[in-house]
């Protein structure tokens, strides 16, 4: 009896192996102990069994996601320290935090000074959009202008144009750091008037609106850039003092009086 039960097992094997359900594999005999052990009935052994397959094959897309998302480091709502940034409603980025505004096409711009966290909130709503089954890709601005001249002088930029409105959220991190060329802005509008209604975006900028032109340069091209960006949007300002900033003075006063900072801890940068 033993040995007909390991020639089962080891054909079982070979057979979920072949319909790709590792998951199952690896559980079917333990589950199968548990469900002995619970006198659970067929039926329910194997919804169990169903059950761990699909949660590993939702976890591993969602790692996979994450990955083609391309974050330069991730951080998530968790380690975000609403405290130190009164200025953004931590209720508003929770209800963000569930993506509705990626099903409605709307857009989020992150609006402060260098350092206040604006990567960090665009990185978190953008990692809970990979986990609840969303395509999504970072880019800081002037990579994805780099990105896009090198196509259009490669003549692939309706390729990589067309992977872009593949997409369900775009980011763009960083705009206003470094102004764009000429036609590093005309390829920029391209993208995000193509993004337009179609798919979602994450913008973050120290700039305020009306300087705009020093990044985009035309008045005309910024006008029909903001209207674009603005129509379905949140807007979340990130006030207060740089991180790094708040860090360096810290250390400073730490060096000076380690008796008093000794537990000083500052909250994590943008």
């Known amino acids: 009896m033993k040995t007909l039960e390991t020639k089962s097992m080891v054909l079982l094997h070979h057979h979920l192996k072949a319909l790709r359900l590792p998951t199952i ?14 006198n659970a009935d067929h039926l329910t052994y194997l919804l169990r069994l169903c059950e761990l397959e699909l949660l590993e094959r939702e976890k591993r897309a969602a790692e996979r996601r994450l990955k083609a998302a391309r974050f330069p480091t991730f951080k998530s709502l968790d380690t975000f320290d609403f ?38 909130l665009a990185t978190a709503l953008a990692a809970a959009a990979c986990g609840r089954g969303y395509k999504v890709r ?9 990105t896009l001249i090198e196509a ?3 003549r692939t930029f ?39 209604e179609r798919t ?16 985009l340069g035309s008045e005309r091209l910024t006008g029909a850039t903001l209207d674009r960006l603005t129509h ?13 900033l708040h860090d360096a003075k810290t250390r400073t006063r730490r060096t000076r009086h380690p008796e008093t900072l000794a537990n000083t801890t500052a909250p994590t940068p943008d």
Not at 25 to 38: N, P, R, S
Not at 167 to 184: H, M, N, Q, R, T
Request: charged share 25%.
């Open 25 to 38: 594999g690896a559980e079917a005999e333990k589950v199968a102990a548990q469900a002995a052990t619970d």
């Open 83 to 120: 405290t130190a940034r009164p200025s953004v409603n931590k209720m508003l980025i929770t209800e963000l935090a569930r993506c509705d505004f990626i099903d409605k096409r709307e857009n989020v711009l992150l609006v402060g000074n260098p350092g206040t966290g604006k990567s960090h």
């Open 138 to 146: 970072f880019f800081r601005a002037t990579e994805l202008i780099t």
């Open 152 to 154: 259009r002088d490669e």
């Open 158 to 196: 309706l390729r990589v144009k067309n992977q872009l409105a593949k997409l369900d959220l775009l980011v763009l991190d960083e705009l206003g750091y470094v102004p764009a060329s000429k036609v590093g802005a005309e390829l920029l509008f391209d993208v995000i008037s193509t993004a337009y």
């Open 200 to 215: 979602s975006m994450i913008v973050t900028t120290n700039l305020p609106f009306e300087s705009w032109t020093e990044v």
């Open 232 to 244: 379905r949007c949140r807007i979340i300002e990130t006030k207060g003092e740089s991180y790094r």
